[in-house]
């Protein structure tokens, strides 16, 4: 049968021995569902998170294969929260020309500054803070575009 098949005898073998065996995938699942079913709020676990619970118990296991077997599962959820980003893509902005065009050797002393604005998500809006570190910085630059 194995001449047939062509398969050597010792893959044929060692194949129907394996059959008997849970696979590594169902010992996993089987985990991530004892992590799942410890406490309620556990059911929104997303993929970074799983993989760490199942690190803390010693469970090493990648991120394409945790997404595989949730999706499998039917443990994937849709995203909550919205990712807060800083830029929007406006025509207003593209519009505009690039003034410094990478240049950013001076002649004179603060004819070009560079600052850092950072966003915070507040209740009442977003709040962008500017950093003026000119005092901390020995060559400055602001770039007023």
Not at 9 to 24: A, N
Not at 48 to 68: F, S
Request: glycine share 6%.
């Amino acid at each position: 049968m194995c001449d047939i098949l062509e398969v050597s005898e010792t893959g044929y073998y060692r194949y129907v021995r394996s059959l008997d065996k849970p696979g590594k995938d169902a010992v996993l699942s089987a985990a991530m569902r004892e992590v799942l079913n410890e406490a309620s709020f556990n059911d929104n676990y997303g993929i970074k998170r799983m993989i760490l619970a199942l690190a803390q118990r010693g469970i090493k296991v990648g991120k394409h294969r945790a997404t595989r077997i949730m999706h499998e599962n039917g443990w994937l959820h849709e995203r909550r929260r919205k990712p807060l980003g800083l830029t929007k893509a406006t025509t207003e902005i593209q519009e505009r020309e690039n003034l410094i065009k990478q240049d950013f050797h001076s002649d004179e002393p603060y004819h070009k500054l560079l600052t850092v604005i950072s966003q915070v998500a507040c209740y009442y809006g977003k709040l962008y803070i500017a950093n003026n570190g000119l005092l901390q910085r020995r060559n400055t630059f602001i770039v007023d575009a």
